[in-house]
């Protein structure tokens, strides 16, 4: 198994829809983070979280939250999808310090129709 | 702002062909580099990275000299395989530990390795 699960791996919607991306991991990492991949583009944060009880935003948060349920668990929302959210999301983790390695999900492929 | 510029792509190699992708950054201060490479169908995965200047970083093959004088982080293999086919990502991450995890990434280099 992998350790870190993304869920939904495709999902297609509807604009205006709400919809929530899973991640969860075994790695024991209490540092997590949301990335979206657009080609062209390379990935970009979204969010981050260092534990639980703390939680950032990255690069391009609107239109975003998220919610860091347990220290294995970190969840991505989109409260009313718009197309231009169409992009492939990454979760990943790391462990604390500056080592600079995350650990990525396989992604969740989202289209906003 | 910190950026990352890579090479256009794609790149397309015939087997045990050189490889070099040409990564250059624009960062405060004393970032670390990185190369991540995703396999089809995968996440990012940590290829090499160099936490200071002229060290260079190697794994399977690949290697990059973080050059700071010229802000370059280049990767190059002498022999490419079928295998390594995949997209190549350059990333930096500022010094300082607000900044652990929060890499500025380039636009990706696909790279196809024809037998």
């Known amino acids: 198994d992998a350790d870190v699960t993304q869920t939904p791996r495709n999902r297609i919607t509807k604009t205006g829809k709400r919809i929530m991306l899973e991640c969860s991991q075994t790695k024991g990492h209490d540092r997590m983070y949301w990335y979206r991949q657009d080609p062209g583009l390379g990935l970009r944060l979204i969010y981050y979280s260092f534990d639980v009880k703390d939680i950032n935003k990255g690069e391009i948060s609107d239109g975003y939250s998220v919610s860091r349920q347990a220290q294995a668990k970190f969840s991505l929302s989109l409260e009313s999808a718009i197309p231009n959210q169409t992009a492939l999301y990454f979760c990943a983790t790391s462990v604390h310090g500056n080592t600079g390695e995350l650990f990525f999900g396989e992604g969740s492929r989202l289209t906003v129709l | 702002g910190n950026s990352v510029t890579q090479m256009e792509g794609p790149v397309t190699l015939s087997e045990e062909a050189f490889l070099t992708i040409n990564c250059t950054y624009t960062?405060?201060?004393?970032?670390?580099l990185f190369w991540y490479v995703q396999y089809p169908g995968e996440g990012l995965q940590l290829l090499l990275k160099a936490t200071k200047a002229d060290d260079k970083g190697s794994n399977k093959g690949f290697e990059a000299t973080y050059r700071k004088e010229t802000t370059s982080f280049h990767l190059e293999k002498g022999s490419v395989q079928v295998s390594d086919s995949a997209v190549y990502f350059c990333a930096l991450q500022n010094a300082g530990g607000t900044s652990y995890g929060k890499l500025t990434f380039g636009q990706g280099t696909i790279l196809t390795v024809h037998p």
């Open positions: 960062a405060t201060g004393y970032p670390s």
